[in-house]
């Protein structure tokens, strides 16, 4: 199992990324899929992440600092999802992991966490 992250780069202040994450392998279920962030001097922090337990509903989690202003959708891709990142600010700046619990094939239904590599996301004011 792996996880392909795309998207990222650099902007003005105001504007908007979309950073995308694919989950690759024999897969059972994808439990959590979302992003991380790690800037200069920092630990890494969550941004935002989508639960998707087989048994439950569907729900989502921001750090307080992206609410209103990140959004994870779907794609028709059952594996991707996106971060939609609308009116980025400077200290949005920072490197971006994709993060996933995978439940993989045959393994008794034990979530794994995987990442993928980091995407840069530079905004500019």
């Known amino acids: 199992v792996q996880l392909q992250a795309s998207g990222g780069g650099l902007v003005q202040a105001g504007g908007s990324l979309r950073l995308s994450c694919t989950a690759l392998?024999?897969?059972?279920?994808?439990?959590?899929m979302g992003w991380y962030r790690q800037a200069p001097g920092k630990q890494r922090e969550l941004v935002a992440k989508?639960?998707?337990?087989?048994?439950?509903?569907?729900?989502?989690n921001y750090a307080d600092t992206v609410k209103g202003r990140f959004t994870i959708s779907g794609d028709t891709a059952w594996n991707t999802k996106h971060l939609q990142m609308d009116s980025l600010k400077p200290e949005d700046s920072a490197v971006y992991y994709c993060?996933?619990?995978?439940?993989?094939?045959?393994?008794?239904?034990?979530?794994?966490?995987?990442w993928g590599t980091g995407t840069l996301v530079t905004v500019s004011s």
């Open positions: 993060y996933a619990e995978i439940v993989v094939a045959n393994t008794k239904n034990i979530g794994v966490d995987y």
């Open positions: 989508i639960h998707m337990p087989l048994s439950g509903l569907t729900y989502s």
């Open positions: 392998g024999d897969i059972f279920n994808i439990n959590v």
